[in-house]
């Protein structure tokens, strides 16, 4: 999307208050000067979530969050930057002037929108033209009902039984190529359907709009792949997409949970037994993506894979990012043999929501899985087993839930919690020099950064404010507040030499071996 000009980015900002925004989200209390809440951005109980009326700044003590109205509205909507200005020009009645660039690329999305649903509706009306199909469905247990709902479709045995419709009536097959329903075949180079004999699930986004499909084969050829979907397009994008979230929003925001399957079909089979909070990977590896649209709805998430290898493997991986993006991530295997398909029409939806009830949390998932894999009487094994948990503890942006697990492990694994915490500090160390040198060493201190010759003036700059009011928040802050700030924060990190002095001093006055990062 094109910039939007500043002065009206500036604009919209300044016409609208920080403290009712944020007010929406967060019960703000005021204190002083500012307002305070519980953080929406990390797990807390006592407030640690600050607003600036006067700035119309908002920061979190506790996770380190911060920024101005924008900032917000993009961490907790999961916004780009553009659409949050967006969001709140809509709100104030503020026009952005819309380039001829973003017009055209809009209606080139409209374009490939409008291939999907015409698609859309050519395969559900082959569907309702096909005993066969309907009779399949009806032996896997779906009913009529359920087929509506889903809008679920059939693409005809045929090499172009789409394209012959699309070109029945007139419509250019460019949008249709762009989206993936037809390939060149490279003999020929003639165009052809991607979806044939098989069984069709619209994938909609958030907003009700036809953005893929996927398909599962109903041929009984071995070589046939069973499953596959509409490639990556300008309208669908893999790891934004949750297969049934436009159908399931409303359900979880009322069960305050997310049920995670991997199958189409277990989500249709769920669904008809009255669990209607899921969704479904349909094959798509879980990314941080995906964290950030689940967390729209919820913060509790529950994965429904299947008893075998490859559903446990991918339970652990995916669980790891939502786990690792602050979700309260929990694991349900089932069952050997049964998956939720399976499960639920034998059992029905009561039953499946009782063992929903039992599932894991993630961590205990994954020291089972370690345990089953090393030999914890072995030093070197026990010591690999650390290693992989202090690694999957790592990302967590979160101190005081690291600090919560560290001591869980160290707990089952009769481990000392002093020496854990060590571990985890030296890794801490490191990956932030990582995150800050790339993977060469860490320069000398007396070579720490400087503002570069020729830079605007430090007092001009943002840096500038920001160092001095943190200076100043550690002269007036009570000890808890010290201990956060320097958990959070580095001499590294200040760029004025005077306030990197200060800090260090600081640091040194009352907390001899700061900067530390935990406390046992
Ligand atoms: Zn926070």
């Given at each position: 999307?094109?910039?939007?000009?500043?002065?009206?980015?500036?604009?919209?900002?300044?016409?609208?208050?920080?403290?009712?925004?944020?007010?929406?989200?967060?019960?703000?209390?005021?204190?002083?000067?500012?307002?305070?809440?519980?953080?929406?951005?990390?797990?807390?109980?006592?407030?640690?979530?600050?607003?600036?009326?006067?700035?119309?700044?908002?920061?979190?003590?506790?996770?380190?969050?911060?920024?101005?109205?924008?900032?917000?509205?993009?961490?907790?909507?999961n916004?780009?930057?553009?659409?949050?200005?967006?969001?709140?020009?809509?709100?104030?009645?503020?026009?952005?002037?819309?380039?001829?660039?973003?017009?055209?690329?809009?209606?080139?999305?409209?374009?490939?929108?409008?291939?999907?649903?015409?698609?859309?509706?050519?395969?559900?009306?082959?569907?309702?033209?096909?005993?066969?199909?309907?009779?399949?469905?009806?032996?896997?247990?779906?009913?009529?009902?359920?087929?509506?709902h889903f809008?679920?479709?059939?693409?005809?045995?045929?090499?172009?039984?789409?394209?012959?419709?699309?070109?029945?009536?007139?419509?250019?097959?460019?949008?249709?190529?762009?989206?993936?329903?037809?390939?060149?075949?490279?003999?020929?180079?003639?165009?052809?359907?991607?979806?044939?004999?098989?069984?069709?699930f619209p994938i909609f986004n958030t907003s009700g709009k036809v953005v893929g499909?996927g398909?599962?084969?109903?041929?009984?050829?071995?070589?046939?792949?069973?499953?596959?979907?509409?490639?990556?397009?300008?309208?669908y994008h893999k790891g934004r997409v949750l297969y049934g979230l436009n159908f399931a929003a409303e359900a979880i925001r009322?069960a305050?949970l997310v049920i995670v399957v991997?199958?189409y079909?277990?989500l249709l089979?769920l669904h008809?037994?009255?669990?209607g909070n899921v969704v479904a990977t349909s094959?798509t590896?879980l990314t941080?993506d995906h964290a950030r649209l689940i967390r729209r709805y919820t913060?509790?998430v529950?994965?429904?894979?299947?008893?075998?290898?490859?559903?446990?493997?991918?339970?652990?991986?995916?669980?790891?990012?939502?786990?690792?993006?602050?979700?309260?991530?929990?694991?349900?295997?089932?069952?050997?043999?049964?998956?939720?398909?399976?499960?639920?029409?034998?059992?029905?939806?009561?039953?499946?929501?009782?063992?929903?009830?039992?599932?894991?949390?993630?961590?205990?998932?994954?020291?089972?899985?370690?345990?089953?894999?090393?030999?914890?009487?072995?030093?070197?094994?026990?010591?690999?087993?650390?290693?992989?948990?202090?690694?999957?503890?790592?990302?967590?942006?979160?101190?005081?839930?690291?600090?919560?697990?560290?001591?869980?492990?160290?707990?089952?694994?009769?481990?000392?919690?002093?020496?854990?915490?060590?571990?985890?500090?030296?890794?801490?160390?490191?990956?932030?020099?990582?995150?800050?040198?790339?993977?060469?060493?860490?320069?000398?201190?007396?070579?720490?950064?400087?503002?570069?010759?020729?830079?605007?003036?430090?007092?001009?700059?943002?840096?500038?404010?920001?160092?001095?009011?943190?200076?100043?928040?550690?002269?007036?802050?009570?000890?808890?507040?010290?201990?956060?700030?320097?958990?959070?924060?580095?001499?590294?990190?200040?760029?004025?030499?005077?306030?990197?002095?200060?800090?260090?001093?600081?640091?040194?006055?009352?907390?001899?071996?700061?900067?530390?990062?935990?406390?046992?």
């Amino acid at each position: 999307m094109p910039p939007i000009p500043e002065h009206i980015i500036d604009r919209i900002r300044d016409s609208v208050n920080i403290v009712d925004v944020i007010g929406r989200y967060v019960t703000l209390k005021k204190r002083g000067r500012n307002y305070v809440g519980l953080c929406p951005f990390h797990t807390e109980k006592t407030p640690s979530f600050t607003v600036n009326a006067e700035k119309q700044i908002f920061h979190c003590f506790g996770c380190g969050t911060g920024g101005n109205v924008y900032t917000f509205l993009m961490r907790h909507d999961n916004l780009s930057f553009v659409e949050a200005v967006r969001r709140l020009a809509d709100e104030t009645g503020i026009k952005i002037p819309v380039s001829r660039e973003t017009r055209r690329k809009e209606g080139e999305n409209e374009q490939l929108f409008k291939a999907n649903q015409i698609a859309l509706n050519f395969f559900r009306q082959r569907l309702q033209q096909s005993p066969r199909v309907q009779q399949y469905l009806q032996q896997r247990g779906i009913t009529r009902k359920t087929i509506e709902h889903f809008k679920l479709g059939f693409a005809p045995d045929e090499w172009d039984g789409l394209l012959k419709h699309i070109r029945r009536f007139g419509y250019s097959e460019k949008p249709y190529e762009k989206v993936g329903l037809f390939t060149t075949s490279e003999k020929s180079g003639n165009l052809y359907d991607r979806f044939r004999n098989r069984l069709i699930f619209p994938i909609f986004n958030t907003s009700g709009k036809v953005v893929g499909f996927g398909g599962r084969t109903l041929s009984d050829d071995p070589q046939t792949p069973k499953y596959i979907n509409s490639p990556e397009s300008p309208i669908y994008h893999k790891g934004r997409v949750l297969y049934g979230l436009n159908f399931a929003a409303e359900a979880i925001r009322e069960a305050g949970l997310v049920i995670v399957v991997e199958g189409y079909m277990d989500l249709l089979q769920l669904h008809q037994q009255g669990v209607g909070n899921v969704v479904a990977t349909s094959g798509t590896a879980l990314t941080e993506d995906h964290a950030r649209l689940i967390r729209r709805y919820t913060r509790r998430v529950v994965l429904c894979y299947d008893a075998d290898n490859a559903g446990i493997q991918a339970a652990a991986r995916g669980g790891e990012v939502l786990f690792q993006h602050l979700l309260e991530t929990q694991v349900l295997i089932l069952p050997p043999g049964e998956d939720p398909d399976s499960f639920v029409k034998q059992h029905g939806g009561d039953a499946f929501r009782k063992l929903v009830t039992q599932a894991q949390d993630y961590l205990t998932f994954r020291l089972d899985l370690l345990e089953r894999a090393h030999d914890l009487q072995q030093a070197a094994e026990r010591s690999r087993a650390i290693q992989e948990v202090l690694d999957l503890l790592l990302p967590v942006p979160d101190s005081v839930q690291v600090n919560f697990y560290l001591e869980k492990v160290a707990e089952r694994w009769q481990l000392p919690i002093a020496m854990l915490l060590n571990e985890f500090k030296k890794k801490h160390r490191a990956r932030r020099q990582r995150q800050r040198y790339g993977e060469a060493p860490p320069p000398p201190p007396e070579a720490a950064p400087k503002a570069p010759a020729g830079d605007a003036p430090l007092m001009f700059s943002g840096a500038w404010g920001a160092e001095k009011d943190v200076i100043l928040l550690l002269l007036n802050a009570h000890d808890q507040v010290r201990e956060q700030v320097y958990d959070l924060l580095g001499e590294e990190d200040f760029r004025n030499p005077e306030f990197r002095e200060l800090f260090r001093l600081i640091g040194a006055l009352e907390v001899p071996d700061a900067p530390h990062l935990l406390h046992a």
